[in-house]
């Protein structure tokens, strides 16, 4: 599932518009990294999105 455990970000849905105006559907999805983190004292692979990513090892430094 790409949804951020942090921040919550998920998959945004829209409208794809080619240069002639035919619609279809298409999906924006964010962008979701797979990293262990402490978390209390142990140990836990979460999933987040880069920008949390980027938040948080800016914090422990």
């Known amino acids: 599932m790409a949804k ?3 921040c919550g970000k ?6 794809k ?13 964010p962008n979701i990294r ?7 004292g142990t140990p836990k692979t979460m999933k987040i999105c ?3 990513l980027r938040t948080y090892k800016s914090q422990q430094a």
Not at 34 to 39: E, H
């Open 4 to 6: 951020c455990e942090i």
């Open 50 to 52: 880069s920008r949390c």
């Open 17 to 29: 518009m080619s240069h002639s105006h035919r619609r279809t559907n298409r999906t924006w999805k």
């Open 10 to 15: 998920g998959v945004v849905f829209g409208i």
């Open 34 to 40: 797979t990293v262990k983190a402490t978390v209390n």
